[in-house]
């Protein structure tokens, strides 16, 4: 095994100049904690480097482009080539006591995933800080419970039998058994389908780790379950004790909207997080679509009205009450005793909660109606929102109304103080607007790699996952828009269809720089990567050192 070379915590990777040996275009990495092993390894018939840090990390040439992936293996700390007759190209490795050979599949992929088969489509998740297990809600519409599939089973047995005439009825009771006693696997031949507002839904407890389910917790028919919170109740008989919330409706219909009622299943965690405990049943007349932990109590979010519930013996106990939600809320998030409400055709709502005198007004709103998917805190003063026709929206309150929270902290003012349209007296400001082109199912402020900065990430309806980076200096947002303004001219859509129109969809684009179409550059010829960038007054590979260092500062 060829002794390998050791750096502190960083990798370097610089060009080197064949005539005079010096090294240009030097751009370092962030490996991990440890001192960092570099040894080489074949990879596809080419040279590669395998960086062994706190995390191991691969540099290959892939498809005419430069890779620096991190492997989703376990932390190793040694590692040679390997080839036999059963792993052509593989590496050997130690990791702890162990040898282990390993073989480096699907290069070029940025993820790396595992799939779980579920019995209904996944609506919602939450995961135990403790135990770390993912309590899951599964809901399907047009789909019969297992019950109700036995049920309507046995009755077209019995149906089969009794219209049958006297001289075939033997067989037919034959066919009947065979029917009964028949199970078809429903991945190859798809399961019946129950009609519209017929809805089957179930709670599942999942170790992501092992990849194993603990507990499966099934709904009746036509109950379904959409919202879940995990909290901690100030006044829970057992102290420190963790609930999951759940909450359902009955026979609900999807256009027009409507339903019989739903319910707030309250259970405790138990046996470190793998099961749980039904401490009772609250109905709600509306359908709850939106759960967050407040201060030791639920907030629920009930149709257009919004509460606050506490624990009590026999049901959740309703404390206070909000009835100035416009439409419907389909999201709830809060910041101290600040709330940000989501309604699912009026943007945003800024709520505050006044503990003396127990109510919550809304002091603040959107000037635009936004049909909201997802929104998320990023301060508290502003909020990242997502509406279903693929545009993202970061809005914050004005400085107006942040005096005037400062000089009315009672709140009186902001009851009778009505804006324009019954709306509220303060509006909120938009500082950025982009048109992403796909419906938003999740937004986030996550942290992808060690030691890195903050970033709004995004995930869409068809698989799409994304982030929104800030910019920290001016010098950068001067030279990723003037990059981005000469690569609509260099890189024209293959429709025809212009850049600038088609990220402005809806509203006009506003405060964000395209970075998609700025990655572009690499792709270009070397004459246009020239032309531009001397037109920025740079090097072509300043530019590309500029990319790359955006993105590995917050993602990979």
Not at 3 to 20: C, D, F, H, Q, W
Not at 378 to 401: C, E, H, P, W
């Given at each position: 095994?060829?002794?390998?070379?050791?750096?502190?915590?960083?990798?370097?990777?610089?060009?080197?100049?064949?005539?005079?040996?010096?090294?240009?275009?030097?751009?370092t990495r962030y490996l991990g904690t440890r001192a960092v092993k570099l040894f080489r390894i074949p990879v596809q018939g080419f040279d590669a480097v395998l960086a062994i840090s706190s995390r191991s990390w691969l540099s290959?040439?892939?498809?005419?482009?430069?890779?620096?992936?991190?492997?989703?293996?376990?932390?190793?700390?040694?590692?040679?080539?390997?080839?036999?007759?059963?792993?052509?190209?593989?590496?050997?490795?130690?990791?702890?006591?162990?040898?282990?050979?390993?073989?480096?599949?699907?290069?070029?992929?940025?993820?790396?995933?595992?799939?779980?088969?579920l019995k209904y489509t996944p609506r919602k998740f939450v995961v135990d800080d403790e135990s770390n297990n993912m309590i899951m809600i599964e809901t399907d519409h047009n789909t019969f419970t297992e019950a109700s599939k036995l049920q309507r089973k046995q009755q077209i047995a019995e149906e089969m039998v009794e219209t049958a005439d006297e001289s075939s009825r033997v067989e037919v009771v034959k066919l009947a058994e065979q029917f009964l006693t028949d199970d078809l696997a429903e991945e190859t031949f798809t399961s019946p389908k129950a009609g519209a507002s017929m809805w089957a839904s179930q709670i599942r407890i999942l170790n992501p780790i092992k990849q194993e389910t603990l507990e499966i917790i099934k709904f009746e028919q036509n109950e379904a379950a959409f919202s879940i919170c995990v909290c901690q109740f100030n006044n829970s008989p057992i102290p420190g004790a963790v609930y999951v919330v759940v909450g359902t409706v009955k026979e609900m219909s999807l256009a027009p909207r409507s339903s019989s009622g739903g319910y707030l299943y309250c259970y405790r965690l138990v046996d470190d997080g793998c099961h749980l405990e039904l401490v009772h049943k609250t109905p709600v007349d509306d359908i709850p679509t939106a759960l967050c932990s407040f201060s030791g109590r639920l907030l629920v979010g009930v149709g257009k009205l919004l509460r606050i519930y506490d624990l009590g013996k026999r049901k959740l106990l309703r404390k206070c009450e909000n009835k100035q939600i416009p439409n419907?809320?389909?999201g709830i998030k809060c910041s101290g005793q600040r709330i940000l409400v989501s309604d699912n055709q009026e943007s945003v709502h800024f709520l505050r909660y006044r503990q003396s005198e127990n109510a919550m007004s809304v002091?603040?709103?959107?000037?635009?109606?936004r049909w909201v998917t997802q929104a998320t805190l990023?301060?508290?003063?502003?909020?990242?929102?997502?509406?279903?026709?693929?545009?993202?929206?970061?809005?914050?309150?004005?400085?107006?109304?942040r005096d005037f929270i400062e000089d009315d902290p009672t709140g009186n003012k902001a009851i009778w103080d009505r804006g324009l349209l019954n709306g509220a007296s303060q509006k909120l400001d938009m500082l950025c607007m982009f048109h992403i082109g796909e419906a938003v199912s999740y937004l986030d402020l996550a942290t992808l790699i060690p030691g890195g900065s903050e970033a709004l990430v995004y995930a869409t309806l068809s698989g799409t996952v994304g982030m929104f980076v800030p910019f920290t200096s001016r010098e950068d947002i001067d030279f990723f828009q003037h990059l981005e303004m000469h690569m609509r001219n260099e890189s024209s859509p293959i429709c025809g269809r212009d850049h600038l129109a088609y990220r402005s969809s809806y509203v006009p684009v506003k405060g964000v720089v395209d970075g998609d179409l700025c990655e572009v550059y690499n792709s270009l010829e070397p004459a246009k990567r020239r032309a531009v960038a001397s037109e920025l007054d740079r090097q072509p590979g300043e530019v590309s050192k500029k990319l790359e260092d955006m993105r590995t500062t917050y993602a990979f």
């Open positions: 095994i060829p002794k390998p070379l050791s750096n502190k915590s960083s990798g370097i990777n610089a060009e080197y100049g064949g005539v005079t040996g010096e090294l240009s275009d030097t751009r290959y040439f892939y498809q005419s482009r430069f890779h620096l992936s991190p492997l989703s293996y376990d932390a190793l700390e040694y590692a040679c080539g390997f080839s036999s007759e059963q792993c052509s190209q593989g590496i050997v490795a130690i990791s702890t006591n162990t040898l282990r050979i390993l073989a480096l599949e699907k290069l070029g992929a940025i993820f790396n995933q595992v799939t779980m088969p419907h809320i389909v002091f603040a709103d959107d000037t635009l109606p990023l301060d508290y003063y502003t909020v990242a929102v997502a509406d279903k026709f693929g545009n993202l929206a970061v809005l914050r309150l004005s400085q107006d109304a």
